[in-house]
Each structure stands twice: as structure tokens, then as C-alpha cells.
């Protein structure tokens, strides 16, 4: 089993949908987690970066973190077709130099 | 922005030949990793760095090798390509306990 499970998808949505994208880990020696958006044939781009459990906003984006449950989303609000992409979450534990990653998120978001 | 760049972003080369991938990063991070992607795939680390004359082996087995001379730089090299190595390479760095930053990567072609 991986460390950290993400749904591949694809999820399709409407233009202006509330988007909510998840991951789930079995390793409680995480403590930070990230968010990346990846287009087709480019490299991540780095979107959240959490630390504690709660929830972290910055505009569109709200990045949720629940430690006792392994679960982290990220939440996308007014959807929108630039918003087409793969979702990756990323984690790394205290005293490590790894990042796991999930596997990522296929999202199409339709006008 | 990150301040990680890769070259060459497009490169299609015949079997046998050497090649060399460049990394360079400007925020003066200690860590830096190779990782592996085919289209539609996850990302598969092939090589990581945590300063300068340090390299070790990803988890996923390549014919690739590496150097860490200097801190802003970590080339990937190939001795003799094949088809087989055709994918697209990207190149990521952080500091401790910091996010990751990802190039945009190389997509290479081997026919």
C-alpha cells in the first residue's frame, strides 16, 4: 500500500463549482504537507504549503489539513476552465529530506 | 516565483549518444532531486542531492548519474541513450522544512 493515496480521477465539473480534491496518508510522521497544480507537459507548481492542522486560505484556494484523520484536501472555489489540471499533494515528515507524493488528480473543469 | 530553471526544455537525440540535463536554482537551497514522469504518470524520483558532493539513488533504478559540485547546480547525465529513456526529467530544490520548487522540466525523446 502507498504511504500516500490520491484519486486519480478524472473529475469533471462545471464552470463556478466548489472542487474539492483529497489525499489520505498512513504515515503520522508527516507534519508538512503541499499542493501542485501540473499542466499538460510542465513542470508542478507549488499552490498551498501547510504546516499544522486547520485550514490555510489564499484567494481561490483553502488548503484543509486533519492530522488525526490522515486526510488533507484542497478546496477550489468558483472553478474555472484555466483551473484543467493534475493535482498533486505532498507530504514530508519532520526528520526526513523525502517528499512522498500522491499519485495526482486529473481535474476538467468545463465551461 | 522559483528561481529553478532546466535546460533544454525540448531535446530529440539518436540512441547511443551522450546527454546532459541542466539544473541550476538561485535561492541557494541545499536540497535538490531528478525526478522521472511519463505523460499521464506519476513522478518517480531518480536521483537527490542534500549539498554539495552528496548524490544518492531515488527509488526508481536509472541509468542516469549525477554530480553536486556546486550548490545552484545539479546536472543529470545519460552516457548512452535509448529509446527507453524517453520522458520527461524535472528538477525540483528546497530547504529544510521548506516547499519544494519544481523546474519546468526537459522532455526527452531518444529515437
Known amino acids: 500500500q502507498k504511504e500516500v493515496e490520491q484519486d486519480p480521477g478524472p473529475l469533471s465539473v462545471p464552470e463556478g463549482a466548489i472542487v474539492s480534491l483529497n489525499c489520505t496518508y498512513s504515515n503520522s510522521a508527516f507534519q508538512y504537507f503541499m499542493w501542485y497544480r501540473q499542466y499538460s507537459r510542465k513542470g508542478p507548481e507549488l499552490l498551498m504549503y501547510?504546516?499544522?492542522?486547520g485550514n490555510k486560505e489564499d484567494g481561490r484556494f483553502t488548503a484543509q489539513v486533519d492530522k488525526s484523520s490522515k486526510y488533507i484536501s484542497l478546496f477550489i472555489r468558483d472553478s474555472q476552465p484555466s483551473d484543467s489540471a493534475t493535482y498533486l499533494c505532498?507530504?514530508?515528515?519532520?526528520?526526513?529530506?523525502?517528499?512522498?507524493f500522491g499519485g495526482g488528480t486529473r481535474l476538467m473543469v468545463k465551461p | 516565483e522559483a528561481d529553478i530553471y532546466q535546460t533544454p526544455r525540448y531535446l530529440v537525440i539518436g540512441t547511443g549518444k551522450k546527454i546532459t540535463l541542466e539544473c541550476s536554482q538561485t535561492m541557494g537551497h541545499d536540497k535538490m532531486y531528478w525526478y522521472q514522469q511519463d505523460p499521464g504518470m506519476e513522478l518517480h524520483l531518480i536521483h537527490y542531492?542534500?549539498?554539495?558532493?552528496?548524490?544518492e539513488k531515488g527509488d526508481l533504478s536509472s541509468e542516469s548519474t549525477v554530480s553536486r559540485i556546486r550548490t545552484e547546480h545539479f546536472p543529470l547525465t545519460l552516457e548512452s541513450a535509448r529509446p527507453s529513456h524517453t520522458s520527461q526529467y524535472l528538477c525540483a530544490s528546497r530547504d529544510t522544512h521548506t516547499e519544494a520548487f519544481f523546474g519546468q522540466g526537459t522532455r526527452l525523446t531518444v529515437v
Open positions: 505532498a507530504m514530508l515528515h519532520n526528520a526526513g529530506n523525502m517528499l512522498t
Open positions: 542531492s542534500y549539498g554539495v558532493n552528496s548524490t
Open positions: 501547510t504546516y499544522s492542522s
